[in-house]
């Protein structure tokens, strides 16, 4: 079989490819006057994960597309990656996919079809995992290899969950540790050891199941998942359309094996730069390493979930339950003089 290294094809890698936030608000703002679609519950005008349309029925059909360039080298586990994150956007809106067809870009002339069907077979096989079908697709001719999913997905309408609806005196918890896009840049600059890049890769191919359970809990007010804008430009997302601010707590924030490692070896992602240039005049006053990884592009993050403290013990009920073991990483507030202060 073929031995390629996927990830010398590609300029950038996973969710770090993202356009910046802040250029990505500039080439949203549209010239043509947006008409208004009563059914659609959430739309353009939210910076939400996937799109909602109410159905009439108490439900609303759920719509989100990702994809990206190579992350890993390996073929099959670039495509279980890229379907895990693509699926996370309708669990983190509190739904449950029901399909997805496939967005695949190839370089013909450069890599077989053999590998080609070695990436499919990975998104299949999360797709499987999440008991959905892989329903068909899309393919072009790329100069980059290319790979995501669209997935529809439903949502009883009474638990969709926002990222505009978080309140004051809530806790704050994130599903999966940080420091994927510091160890991607390891392993793309030939720095990484042996055994130091499989965490991540088990956390990027973990599914993020558990938003589905938590979004009937009344205690769960918002929650989202951190990819490519980084823990603080997704918790700022979250404070700005609740009108809130938050605290983050630095040292409670879990992080991979060995993150801190290549962080000092120089190995930022420059998505976490381009992030902090996007948002970080909305965040209070950082040392370098809280901003080296509180900015770092995630590639099939963890869920960030805003919960009520009254509403704790149901949660931590459920995550238990889920064989999750969490701690609060800070907590929200009234809008201060920054969105998010971090501690």
Not at 10 to 23: D, E, R, T, V
Not at 228 to 235: D, N, R
Request: aromatic letters at 6%; glycine letters at 10%; charged letters at 20%.
């Amino acid at each position: 079989m073929e031995q390629v290294k996927l990830t010398e094809y590609s300029h950038g890698a996973g969710c770090g490819c993202k356009i910046s936030p802040m250029l990505l608000d500039e080439i949203l703002q549209s010239t043509r006057e947006e008409i208004d679609y009563p059914q659609l519950l959430v739309g353009n005008k939210h910076k939400d994960d996937a799109a909602a349309f109410d159905l009439g029925n108490g439900t609303s059909v759920l719509s989100t597309t990702d994809f990206f360039m190579p992350i890993v080298d390996d073929p099959f586990t670039f495509g279980k990656i890229a379907a895990t994150n693509a699926l996370s956007d309708i669990y983190a809106m509190g739904g449950r996919p029901l399909m997805a067809i496939s967005i695949f870009g190839w370089p013909i002339d450069k890599l077989s079809a053999d590998v080609a069907r070695q990436v499919i077979d990975g998104g299949r096989a999360i797709c499987e995992e999440a008991g959905i079908p892989l329903a068909g697709g899309h393919s072009i001719d790329s100069p980059e290899p290319i790979f995501g999913l669209a997935v529809t997905g439903v949502v009883d309408n009474k638990d969709l969950m926002q990222n505009t609806t978080a309140e004051t005196d809530c806790l704050i918890f994130l599903t999966k540790p940080l420091g994927i896009g510091i160890l991607s840049t390891a392993q793309k600059q030939k720095k990484i050891e042996p055994g130091h890049i499989e965490p991540s890769i088990e956390a990027m191919t973990t599914l993020n199941k558990i938003g589905a359970e938590l979004a009937p809990l009344a205690g769960v007010v918002a929650m989202t998942d951190v990819t490519g804008f980084g823990l603080l430009g997704h918790l700022s997302e979250i404070c700005e359309g609740s009108n809130i601010s938050a605290t983050v707590w630095f040292d409670k924030v879990p992080l991979l094996p060995n993150v801190e490692k290549y962080r000092a070896l120089g190995c930022i992602p420059g998505g976490a730069r381009k992030n902090f240039m996007s948002y970080g005049h909305k965040i209070s006053e950082m040392t370098q390493q809280q901003r080296e990884i509180l900015c770092d592009a995630q590639t099939s993050g963890g869920l960030l979930i805003i919960v009520k403290k009254t509403g704790l013990d149901a949660f931590f009920e459920m995550t238990s339950r889920s064989g999750l073991t969490l701690e609060a990483i800070g907590e929200t507030s009234l809008q201060g003089e920054h969105l998010v202060e971090v501690l």
